[in-house]
């Protein structure tokens, strides 16, 4: 029965939350500036890299960025090797800013341009 | 039968004769000084010194050899002979800290050796001397003695000592120690002095002795390395004691002690049931997947294993305790096609458990974290691991229990052969096409991983600080025409050379520190550095900042001794595992983690002041550049320091670069 509940309590929040983050972040200005310092000041960094590029500890978040939608959910809800981030954490302006950021990251080049990872 | 005794001096001719050296010391301090006062002294008459000039008689005892010393036999100084022992071996170096204790097989080495196979290596911590053995192993096969001081230089080493047990890497580690209570100097010497310094390694060493007698030295030394060169590996320690080392050799029964010859044991091998069995579950498998970590001891390992999977058309997972398999080859894959398998062979695996679980540090189940199947539940799991003869209670470098369906203690490269004869008569005609049939397949899946692969470095290739892809592809350009060795890759760089460059060697790529205990990338990089040099090979390692903090006296090592080694520096400015758990806890715990001014969680950032790493490796007599921190600096830095190491000296590029 406990468990029941719990998992309830799990589907609404995964279901609810990107509903109520999408309807936050329609009415806040994001600021892919100030997302950059939030990315940094809040260790996103660490996994991610400094331009969202990912690596062994975390995929990349750039280029291609997810909808602000899935990136809101899977933040708040994870239960994976990345630790969840409260509102508390970060907050409907940060996630907005955050992602913001991300899709201000450019695409760089594919790796067949790059001489140096078309060696043999 | 009766065991001949060594006649030892007795406890008051060695108090004599130390207080007669002390003496003599003081004598000639003091006459010195006073002639120095002598003739610089304005006063017309100087005053009475305070001790007497020595006559030319005590000059001369104090000075000459002793007729019963200098020459091979009875009456030549116990050390000398210990030298004779350790020459028997082979031992080309001697990395070491000097200290007291030792000081009369320090003597040796120097003088009755002449300083030449064995040589000694001035270190300056024994962390860094431990470690330089460690890296000089995994290139030649080969072990070095380091010798320290018994309980601080011990101490010192332990940490090093615990990488090479975890490593199963043979390393004899020798401990001055003056044993005996009555007659041991006072003071410093008795600090540094134990009943059983050994006892302090006894639980990652696979053997330590105490030597009493030269005849047993020379028996436990042999010994001590036979044990640790036979499979599997591991350090040993011997006490050696300073009495000993001081007193001169004796007759036993009017002969002198003898050395032992060496007779190398042989790998113990699988059991020939366990061996069939295991050949007839791969051979039905469908996608059986071979997963090797510390399988190939030697080049004919890496062959051995090719010829396995190759034979049955098995995907090889290479965690890199070692090289065991080429990146290059199409059966090479990555940790996630564990998932698919319905047979694993794990070969030399350190951790069973975690290769077919995961555990997710998610802070479910009261802080825990969840755990969970990395495979189907009804893949059959083969284990030939020869640490399970050599398992050990307190440090837990055994991990998790795994439940396997075959398990040999057995060393894998030692029962290879075996397995692949089975497999080679078991195999019938149906079977043989079978197999044949998935290559193609294969040979795309690994295309497409290569594919995968290049896609993700270049992500982010044009970033500052410079990307760990970048870092690593644009150190293999400039070396990639030389004979390169990797000797070392420490504080995670996405694991890109692993992925990215062609290793097929087994110097290509040596593998870790064993216990994850920081501190071995710069010494053991200096050790197997050493070890190319002398095989005309050129010595390059990717050197994290944290690591190279711990004993950076090893830099001065490497140029005092003309060690050509190419260092470039994956400076993240921080301990970044610390910084993505401190992230991690104080997410858990719904609070803002606080970063005192850093980029990382207070406690883990190395910034502020920034550490000038090139300006540290110059002021020990490197070639060093720095901070790089835009990537197209580093092309032109890279090619200027290979040249430098080309010509024989250690370079240190100072890069600037993302966190992994």
């Not at chain 1, 029965?1 to 719990?6: F, I």
């Not at chain 2, 699988?270 to 295991?278: F, H, N, P, R």
């Not at chain 2, 997947?289 to 062959?303: C, E, F, K, S, Y």
């Given at each position: 029965m406990?468990?029941?509940?719990k998992?309830?309590a799990?589907?609404?929040l995964?279901?609810c939350l990107p509903?109520?983050f999408?309807?936050?972040s329609?009415?806040?200005h994001a600021?892919?500036?100030?997302?950059?310092t939030?990315y940094?000041?809040n260790g996103?960094w660490g996994?991610?890299?400094?331009?969202?590029?990912g690596?062994i500890?975390?995929?990349?978040?750039?280029p291609?960025?997810?909808?602000?939608?899935y990136?809101?959910a899977?933040v708040?809800?994870?239960r994976?090797?990345?630790?969840?981030?409260s509102?508390?954490?970060?907050?409907?302006?940060?996630?907005?800013?955050?992602?913001a950021?991300?899709?201000?990251?450019p695409?760089?080049?594919?790796y067949t341009?790059i001489?140096?990872?078309?060696?043999? | 039968?009766k065991?001949?005794k060594?006649?030892?001096p007795?406890?008051?001719?060695?108090q004599?004769?130390?207080r007669?050296?002390?003496?003599?010391?003081?004598?000639?301090?003091?006459?010195?000084?006073?002639?120095?006062?002598?003739?610089?002294?304005?006063?017309?008459?100087?005053s009475?010194p305070?001790?007497t000039?020595?006559?030319?008689?005590?000059?001369?005892?104090?000075t000459a050899?002793?007729a019963?010393?200098g020459?091979?036999?009875?009456?030549m100084?116990g050390?000398?002979?210990?030298?004779?022992?350790?020459?028997?071996?082979?031992?080309?170096?001697?990395?070491?800290?000097?200290?007291?204790?030792?000081?009369?097989?320090?003597?040796?080495i120097i003088d009755?050796g002449?300083?030449s196979?064995?040589?000694f290596l001035n270190?300056?911590?024994?962390?860094?001397?431990?470690?330089?053995?460690h890296?000089y192993?995994?290139?030649?096969?080969?072990p070095?003695l380091?010798?320290?001081?018994?309980?601080?230089?011990l101490?010192h080493?332990?940490m090093a000592?615990y990488?090479?047990?975890?490593d199963?890497?043979p390393?004899?580690?020798?401990?001055?120690n003056?044993?005996?209570a009555?007659y041991?100097?006072p003071?410093?010497?008795?600090?540094h002095?134990?009943q059983?310094?050994?006892a302090?390694v006894?639980d990652?060493t696979k053997?330590?002795?105490?030597p009493?007698?030269?005849?047993?030295?020379?028996?436990?030394f042999?010994?001590a390395?036979k044990?640790a060169?036979?499979?599997?590996y591991?350090?040993?320690?011997?006490?050696l004691?300073?009495?000993?080392?001081?007193?001169?050799v004796h007759?036993?029964e009017g002969?002198?002690?003898?050395?032992?010859?060496?007779?190398?044991?042989?790998?113990?091998?699988?059991?020939?049931g366990a061996?069939?069995e295991?050949?007839k579950?791969?051979?039905?498998?469908d996608?059986?997947?071979?997963?090797?970590?510390r399988?190939?001891?030697t080049?004919?390992?890496i062959?051995?294993?090719?010829e396995?999977?190759?034979?049955l058309q098995?995907r090889?997972?290479?965690?890199?305790?070692?090289?065991n398999?080429?990146?290059?080859?199409?059966?090479?894959?990555?940790?996630s096609?564990i998932?698919?398998?319905?047979v694993?062979?794990?070969?030399?695996?350190?951790?069973?458990?975690g290769?077919?679980n995961?555990?997710?540090?998610n802070?479910l189940?009261d802080?825990h974290?969840?755990q969970?199947s990395?495979i189907?539940s009804?893949?059959?799991?083969i284990?030939?691991?020869?640490?399970?003869?050599?398992?050990?209670?307190?440090?837990?470098d055994?991990?998790?229990?795994?439940?396997?369906?075959?398990?040999?203690?057995?060393d894998a490269?030692?029962?290879?052969p075996?397995?692949?004869?089975?497999?080679?008569?078991?195999m019938?005609?149906?079977?043989?096409a079978l197999i044949?049939?998935?290559?193609?397949?294969?040979?795309k899946?690994?295309?497409e991983?290569?594919v995968?692969?290049?896609?993700?470095?270049a992500?982010g290739?044009d970033?500052?600080?410079?990307s760990t892809a970048?870092?690593?592809?644009?150190t293999?350009?400039?070396?990639?025409?030389l004979d390169?060795s990797?000797?070392?890759s420490?504080?995670?760089?996405?694991?890109?050379?692993?992925?990215l460059?062609p290793?097929?060697?087994?110097?290509?790529?040596?593998g870790?520190?064993?216990?994850?205990?920081?501190?071995?990338?710069?010494?053991a990089?200096?050790g197997?550095a050493?070890?190319?040099?002398d095989?005309?090979r050129?010595?390059v390692?990717?050197?994290?900042?944290g690591?190279l903090?711990y004993?950076?006296g090893?830099?001065?090592?490497a140029?005092k001794?003309?060690?050509?080694?190419l260092?470039?520096?994956?400076?993240?400015?921080?301990?970044?595992?610390?910084v993505?758990?401190l992230?991690?806890?104080?997410?858990?715990?719904?609070r803002k983690?606080?970063?005192?001014?850093?980029m990382?969680?207070?406690g883990?950032?190395i910034?502020?002041p920034?550490?000038?790493?090139?300006?540290l490796a110059?002021?020990?007599g490197w070639?060093?550049?720095?901070p790089?921190?835009e990537p197209?600096?580093?092309?032109?830095?890279?090619?200027e320091?290979v040249?430098v190491?080309?010509?024989g000296q250690?370079?240190l590029?100072?890069?600037?670069?993302?966190?992994?």
């Amino acid at each position: 029965m406990k468990l029941q509940c719990k998992l309830i309590a799990r589907t609404l929040l995964v279901t609810c939350l990107p509903l109520s983050f999408t309807l936050l972040s329609s009415q806040v200005h994001a600021d892919a500036v100030r997302g950059k310092t939030a990315y940094v000041q809040n260790g996103c960094w660490g996994c991610h890299g400094f331009e969202g590029q990912g690596g062994i500890a975390g995929p990349k978040l750039a280029p291609e960025t997810k909808p602000l939608e899935y990136f809101n959910a899977f933040v708040r809800n994870t239960r994976g090797i990345m630790p969840p981030y409260s509102e508390k954490v970060l907050s409907a302006q940060d996630m907005a800013d955050l992602h913001a950021y991300l899709k201000s990251i450019p695409k760089g080049p594919d790796y067949t341009a790059i001489p140096l990872l078309n060696t043999p | 039968m009766k065991q001949p005794k060594e006649k030892q001096p007795t406890g008051n001719q060695l108090q004599t004769g130390r207080r007669q050296f002390l003496g003599g010391v003081v004598a000639g301090g003091a006459a010195g000084l006073a002639a120095m006062h002598t003739a610089n002294a304005a006063e017309p008459k100087p005053s009475a010194p305070s001790a007497t000039r020595p006559s030319a008689a005590r000059v001369a005892a104090e000075t000459a050899v002793p007729a019963d010393l200098g020459k091979a036999g009875p009456g030549m100084p116990g050390s000398d002979f210990m030298l004779d022992v350790i020459k028997s071996l082979d031992i080309k170096y001697i990395p070491s800290n000097a200290a007291s204790s030792f000081r009369a097989l320090h003597e040796s080495i120097i003088d009755y050796g002449g300083n030449s196979k064995p040589e000694f290596l001035n270190c300056l911590h024994e962390e860094s001397a431990v470690a330089m053995a460690h890296g000089y192993f995994k290139i030649t096969g080969k072990p070095l003695l380091t010798l320290c001081h018994g309980t601080v230089g011990l101490q010192h080493a332990s940490m090093a000592i615990y990488n090479a047990w975890c490593d199963r890497v043979p390393v004899i580690v020798v401990g001055g120690n003056d044993l005996d209570a009555a007659y041991r100097p006072p003071g410093v010497p008795t600090f540094h002095s134990a009943q059983d310094i050994n006892a302090m390694v006894r639980d990652y060493t696979k053997w330590d002795d105490t030597p009493v007698s030269l005849q047993h030295f020379s028996q436990s030394f042999v010994r001590a390395y036979k044990i640790a060169m036979t499979p599997p590996y591991g350090p040993v320690a011997i006490s050696l004691d300073a009495n000993l080392q001081m007193a001169p050799v004796h007759m036993h029964e009017g002969k002198m002690p003898t050395i032992p010859r060496l007779v190398m044991t042989s790998p113990p091998q699988g059991d020939s049931g366990a061996v069939q069995e295991a050949a007839k579950l791969l051979l039905q498998a469908d996608q059986p997947i071979i997963v090797a970590d510390r399988a190939a001891r030697t080049p004919a390992g890496i062959a051995l294993l090719v010829e396995l999977a190759e034979l049955l058309q098995a995907r090889v997972i290479d965690q890199g305790g070692r090289m065991n398999f080429p990146k290059t080859h199409y059966l090479s894959t990555p940790p996630s096609a564990i998932g698919s398998a319905d047979v694993i062979l794990g070969l030399e695996l350190s951790d069973f458990w975690g290769t077919v679980n995961a555990f997710t540090d998610n802070n479910l189940n009261d802080g825990h974290g969840s755990q969970s199947s990395r495979i189907k539940s009804q893949t059959k799991l083969i284990s030939i691991n020869s640490v399970d003869l050599n398992t050990k209670a307190n440090y837990q470098d055994f991990q998790r229990f795994q439940v396997v369906d075959v398990q040999m203690a057995a060393d894998a490269q030692a029962t290879l052969p075996a397995l692949i004869e089975a497999v080679r008569k078991a195999m019938t005609p149906e079977r043989k096409a079978l197999i044949s049939s998935r290559t193609s397949a294969l040979q795309k899946v690994h295309m497409e991983d290569r594919v995968r692969t290049r896609t993700a470095a270049a992500l982010g290739w044009d970033a500052s600080p410079i990307s760990t892809a970048r870092l690593c592809m644009e150190t293999f350009d400039a070396i990639k025409h030389l004979d390169w060795s990797l000797v070392a890759s420490e504080g995670n760089v996405s694991n890109w050379p692993n992925r990215l460059w062609p290793v097929e060697k087994h110097y290509h790529w040596l593998g870790r520190s064993g216990g994850y205990g920081v501190g071995y990338g710069a010494p053991a990089s200096v050790g197997a550095a050493l070890a190319n040099r002398d095989l005309g090979r050129f010595s390059v390692s990717i050197q994290s900042d944290g690591d190279l903090m711990y004993a950076p006296g090893v830099l001065w090592t490497a140029a005092k001794h003309k060690i050509p080694l190419l260092s470039v520096m994956h400076n993240n400015r921080g301990y970044h595992q610390e910084v993505m758990h401190l992230q991690r806890l104080a997410n858990f715990r719904n609070r803002k983690v606080n970063l005192g001014g850093d980029m990382g969680p207070v406690g883990t950032s190395i910034e502020r002041p920034d550490i000038e790493y090139h300006k540290l490796a110059e002021s020990m007599g490197w070639w060093a550049k720095g901070p790089i921190k835009e990537p197209a600096q580093l092309r032109a830095a890279l090619k200027e320091a290979v040249e430098v190491v080309k010509s024989g000296q250690p370079a240190l590029l100072n890069v600037w670069t993302q966190p992994r």
